[in-house]
């Protein structure tokens, strides 16, 4: 995704890509490198310690957050051994969490994305009201693209089912 993104600024603007997974931070940091990007920089640290430093910083955030992985059950047998309700409890937790901080580096005006890879609305439409509840966020329209869905009850929202497009299952 930090990638894409950064395809898209043509090195104008700077791109911050943060993971909270060392490892994962570190293979960013190369995947960065080796695509020669100059406009990133790569960082692995809690969002809630982010959103105190740099409160109204960012035009945009993306949030990829950490889900229970219903969309990758037909990729990945693991995810489908770990899958539980408990785990999507724990997950709506955390998700209610971080997007308020998330939504805390933005900008006035700012945009975010919230994408999860799971289908369950607990983690999805019901995180976007939650952050509607609590913050003075709107939510605006994504244009719909051959084979996703609106979300339950959100126009707004996008789901994409694998059995409709190539990959795996994602909401945003």
């Not at 799971?118 to 693209?145: D, G, M, R, V």
Request: with cysteine; aromatic share 10%; glycine share 6%.
């Amino acid at each position: 995704k930090s990638t894409h993104v950064a395809r898209y600024l043509n090195e104008d603007g700077l791109l911050v890509s943060n993971d909270i997974n060392y490892k994962r931070a570190l293979d960013l940091s190369e995947n960065i490198e080796r695509m020669g990007i100059k406009n990133c920089v790569v960082i692995n640290e809690e969002v809630n310690r982010i959103s105190k430093e740099f409160i109204g910083a960012f035009d945009k955030v993306i949030l990829d957050a950490p889900c229970s992985g219903e969309g990758m059950f037909r990729k990945n047998d693991l995810a489908k051994l770990d899958w539980s309700m408990e785990k999507v409890e724990r997950c709506v937790s955390i998700q209610k969490s971080i997007i308020i901080d998330a939504y805390k580096l933005l900008k006035y005006d700012g945009e975010m994305i919230y994408s999860t890879c799971t289908f369950n609305k607990h983690e999805n439409e019901e995180i976007i009201n939650y952050l509607l509840e609590n913050t003075n966020a709107e939510l605006i329209s994504l244009p719909i693209i051959d084979g996703t869905y609106r979300g339950i009850n959100m126009n707004e929202a996008i789901r994409v089912f694998p059995f409709s497009f190539k990959g795996e299952g994602h909401f945003i």
